[in-house]
């Protein structure tokens, strides 16, 4: 059974950074596509960030271009966003995910984890 961890959320004021995690346990996902996601309160979950399997390509929100890093260490098992000049808008619980590219090119993310809330003030 798969299980995927988020840790490394919390508080922090505007401007400042936080980097979170994903460490998969109960089965490698080192083939799968990852990706983070977040819900902020009253909205609709949104796709954050996207790395391939081997780390050769990655994908952003425009809202967080230029101030989120996604990156993997396989040999972990992990997965991390660095946030940086975090805003009082990035304020949602962050969800990692991992998922296969299907034929359409489009990935379908079929682990997901259980969320880490992040709370930017200004």
């Known amino acids: 059974q798969v299980q995927l961890v988020e840790s490394g959320g919390g508080s922090v004021q505007a401007g400042g950074s936080l980097r979170l995690s994903c460490a998969a346990s109960?089965?490698?996902?080192?083939?799968?596509?990852k990706g983070w996601f977040r819900q902020a309160p009253g909205k609709e979950r949104e796709f954050v960030a996207q790395?391939?399997?081997?780390?050769?390509?990655?994908y952003y929100a425009d809202s967080v271009k230029g101030r989120f890093t996604i990156s993997r260490d396989n040999a972990k098992n992990t997965v991390y966003l660095q946030m940086n000049s975090l805003k009082p808008e990035d304020t949602a619980v962050y969800y990692c995910?991992?998922?296969?590219?299907?034929?359409?090119?489009?990935?379908?993310?079929?682990?997901w984890g259980q969320g880490t809330q992040v709370t930017v003030s200004s």
């Open positions: 790395i391939s399997w081997n780390g050769g390509s990655t």
């Open positions: 109960g089965r490698t996902l080192s083939i799968y596509e």
């Open positions: 995910a991992a998922g296969r590219t299907e034929v359409t090119g489009k990935v379908r993310y079929g682990y």
